[in-house]
């Protein structure tokens, strides 16, 4: 049984679906809240950002090891989720533990991602942007950034079904979740989230 931390929100989707975009405004929009991420910024973080970007190569055992590594700092570190969780903060997260089902399965058993994240609380809520694959490689395209490992046009019906079998999997935890269409305007997504919050008692 994997256990809920109370005001942990995280937002999912895949690359281009609007997840960065939308944690920002949730936590511009939301009093004591606070925005955070995966990768992190610490030295873990920056560390799987060079091999996102095909800067440094690994083995993805290794890879998968380095998210959970970064994961557990994220959690426990000073000032890190847990803590801030509990006296009170909002925590808005942009990706999490279910990016890894989703990316790291694509080479890795489903029971070895498990294995190496089932001890890590699970969020609250969980906003999944359902952002049709067409416009999130629009977006990618129009984005000037070098494209990551794993933002091939071929990965991503796989990358969406890893989703989706994960949030099967781990729905019976008891988190909540919420599907969103995330072609629709930026302001409309938010209005959304923001009156699933105030439903759920977050606001």
Known sequence: MMNILKNFI????LDGSGTSTQAKLLSKNIKNSFFTYEPTDNDI????RKILRNEI?????SLAYLFAADRNEHLYSNNGIVERCNRGEIVICDRYLFSSFA???????????????????LPQIVFFLNT??????????????TKEIFEKESLQ????????????????????????NGN??????????MEILKKESLL
Do not use: H
């Open 10 to 13: 995280v937002i999912e989707g």
């Open 45 to 48: 973080g920056k560390f799987i």
């Open 57 to 61: 190569s690994v083995d993805y055992t």
């Open 103 to 121: 990316y790291q399965c694509l080479n890795l058993s489903f029971e070895k991602v498990f294995e190496l994240n089932k001890d890590f609380f």
């Open 132 to 145: 049709s694959i067409d416009e999130c490689l629009r977006r990618l395209n129009q984005r000037e950034t």
């Open 157 to 180: 019906e796989k990358i969406l079904q890893n989703y989706k079998k994960a949030f099967s999997f781990l729905k019976k935890e008891g988190f909540k979740y919420y599907e969103i």
């Open 184 to 193: 629709q305007r930026i302001e409309q997504i938010l209005n959304i989230e």
